[in-house]
């Protein structure tokens, strides 16, 4: 793992860079994404490809930012800022997506870890429908992680995933898609436990918890494709880097923030020395 390089007494942290639209209630998206690498050390660089208007209770209006201003952007980072790895979360449609992956191609950013957003936590459509075969053919294969959650792991499946067999089925999938690796999220799977199941085209791995009583969830997803990228950008291994995520996210969801009338958002003030 290389340290970080120090001008004077100054460390120069990791870089690492979000391409998703912002969300104007703060809790999931670019703000989320910026939150996560701060509590990691590491410093955030964005791609906005979309804004929207939404709070805790739900998306009200999503306006996309203009494909070739997203890719000015990514290129605008890699050039001068070099980031030591990359995720995606939001990306609206099918020029955004061509667009984002052609200039992560350009650039050669990576690791990149791909949130395959589709629909917000309150059900929103945050993906248009005829932008899911874009995202499998030209996003997916550059990704070295990807974090469906059961819903958007059937999407882009296209067969039911609502069991941890099916998880599993899902995984072994996506992987032969082109992905290095996957991790299907269970955070929607009926009952008391949470599972996660991780699959590299080798190796299996779960993450087993009680499911936390809370409504302090807003922007989950986003949080822990954050935390496992700023973990890449430090030099960890990617195992490393999503049991550290999977942990940073559960203590953000643990201590959620009592804000708004609907979902709220996760508190991203956790102490990165209790996850060692």
Known sequence: MSEPSSIGARAVPPVALTVAGSDSGG???IQA??????????????????????DTLGVKA????????????????????????????MLAGASIINAVSAALRETGVSP?????????????????DEAVATLREELLPLARLITPNLGEAEILTG?????EGEMRTAAEALVGLGGAAVLVK???????????VFFDGERW???????????????????????????LAMGHPLGESVDRGIR???????????????????????????LR
């Open 112 to 128: 990149i870890v791909v949130d395959p957003v589709v629909a917000a936590a309150s059900g929103d459509p945050l993906l248009e």
């Open 159 to 163: 067969r039911p995933v609502r069991t």
């Open 205 to 231: 791995r779960e993450w087993r918890s009680p499911r936390l009583p809370t409504r302090g969830s807003h922007g989950t997803g986003c949080t822990l494709s954050a935390a496992v990228t700023a973990g």
């Open 248 to 274: 940073f996210t559960r203590q953000a969801i643990r201590d959620g923030l009592d804000l708004g009338s609907g979902s709220g958002p996760l508190s991203h003030w956790v102490d990165i020395g209790s």
């Open 62 to 89: 999503i306006h996309p930012v203009p494909a070739e201003l997203v890719a000015a952007q990514i290129i605008a980072v890699a050039n001068d800022l070099r980031p030591a790895a990359c995720k995606t979360g």
């Open 186 to 196: 269970g955070g929607h799977l009926e009952g008391d436990e949470v599972v996660d």
């Open 27 to 29: 809790g999931a998206g």
């Open 33 to 54: 994404d910026l939150k996560t690498f701060h509590a990691f050390g590491v410093y955030g660089t964005s791609a906005i490809t979309a804004v929207t208007a939404q």
